[in-house]
């Protein structure tokens, strides 16, 4: 199956800084999406990316596929950006089972 | 919000027991996925069901069953509970290839 791999494992930010969360694949993928998960073990949808670049605020990814990776920037973090993201994908011409990476847990110092 | 509901949101079971977890997709999805998150194992797929039939199994246990129901409701149970069961239990919905959604999950402590 696809292996999905996230970098880097532990990141600490203070406020106001910039990130980029790394995600690549093994395989050509037609499902690639970007989870958050808060706290309080909800998994929130970010982006669903197979290829291309997409924003949604402060936050904006960009799936090179050709080349088997996705990354996702987060702009002037805040404290409630904290907690884990993780990063899923599935094959093409495959059923739509997501593989998720082992996540990147995001600390937000104020 | 998502739009998938599952539940209990907690649930709180004795070793031996069988319990079952139930997930509503968002209006429109024929697709229902179940994922385990565990603290070793990550997050991983279970069972996809597509408009009432069975369509992909992941590493799921035998001692788990899932079944659609004729409403694209969606059931979990697990039986003959371990320790190592504990986990939180996803469900999600979308169509094929396209967007999963999940819901808030349900968080299994077997004692």
């Known amino acids: 199956g696809i292996q999905v791999e996230q970098s880097p494992p532990d990141l600490i930010l203070q406020e106001g800084a910039n990130s980029t969360l790394r995600c690549n694949f093994s395989?050509?993928?037609?499902?690639l999406q970007w989870f958050h998960q808060n706290p309080w073990g909800q998994l929130i949808n970010l982006f669903y990316?197979?290829?291309g670049t997409k924003q949604n605020g402060r936050l904006s990814a960009t799936t090179v596929a050709t080349e088997r990776y996705s990354l996702l920037y987060i702009s002037s973090s805040q404290t409630t950006d904290s907690g884990v993201y993780f990063c899923?994908?599935?094959?093409?011409?495959?059923?739509?089972?997501?593989?998720f990476g082992k996540g990147i847990t995001l600390s937000v110092r104020p | 919000d998502s739009g998938v509901t599952q539940t209990p949101k907690h649930l709180i079971t004795a070793t031996g027991q069988r319990v079952t977890l139930r997930c509503s997709p968002r209006?429109?999805?024929?697709?229902v996925y179940w994922y385990q998150q565990s603290l070793d194992q990550g997050l991983q797929f279970l069972i996809q069901?597509?408009?009432?039939?069975?369509?992909a199994k992941g590493n799921i246990l035998e001692r788990f069953s899932a079944q659609q129901f004729p409403d694209l409701h969606s059931e979990l149970n697990l039986s003959s509970l371990e320790l190592g069961d504990s986990a939180l239990y996803f469900c999600?919905?979308?169509?094929?290839?396209?967007?999963?959604?999940f819901g808030p999950g349900t968080r299994l402590l077997v004692l």
């Open positions: 899923a994908a599935s094959l093409t011409g495959a059923n739509s089972k997501l593989t």
């Open positions: 990316i197979p290829s």
């Open positions: 069901y597509y408009n009432g039939e069975e369509r």
């Open positions: 999600a919905s979308g169509g094929l290839g396209e967007t999963q959604y």
């Open positions: 209006s429109g999805d024929l697709s």
């Open positions: 395989d050509s993928v037609n499902n």
